[in-house]
């Protein structure tokens, strides 16, 4: 089966038209959708945002020039050793739905962030309509090293109408990825 990304540009598109604030985003069209390995490496296809690299691994991002951003999980601050609470390098960008840089905070917004807020949106177990799985198997070739680095991401999720109880969903996810580096 081949689909086109026209649904995820429509949603992004919406996203940017309707929202009050000065804000860009990137949405996957599916449950591990998202080309890139990491997610500052997928924010980088955001306007205004560029990233900064680590062994050509990106690893931080910097809104509008500015360092200083908060990282928002699915509405919740994130806490963590950086300044914007998670290491952006650390999770696959595999697990995201949706991902917005709100460039121009309003009022009701928490402060401290100079260059803007980066909001991530994971995948609800409760909004797939049947049983959804994704799977992903890579390699890169490091030639300063001479070492093949192979990168697995996998998912599958449902969810289940418990009757009176109501409904229960899940969506379990794995990643692995292995890099030599060389200084």
Known sequence: EVTGMLGSMK???RLKRTDGRI???????????????????A????TGVSINTDFGVGDSVSIRGLPQYRVELNGRSTIGDSRGGISLEDFPS??????EVVKSPTADMIEGALGGTVSMQTIRPLELDKMTGAMSLDAEFADKTENWAPIFTGSIGNNWDLGDSGSFGAILMVSYQDREIRQ
């Open 23 to 41: 804000v860009d985003a990137i949405v996957a069209e599916d449950i591990g959708k998202l080309p890139d390995n990491n997610i500052a490496e």
């Open 94 to 99: 595999s697990f995201l739905k949706t991902v």
């Open 43 to 46: 924010l980088q296809r955001i």
């Open 11 to 13: 949603e992004a598109a």
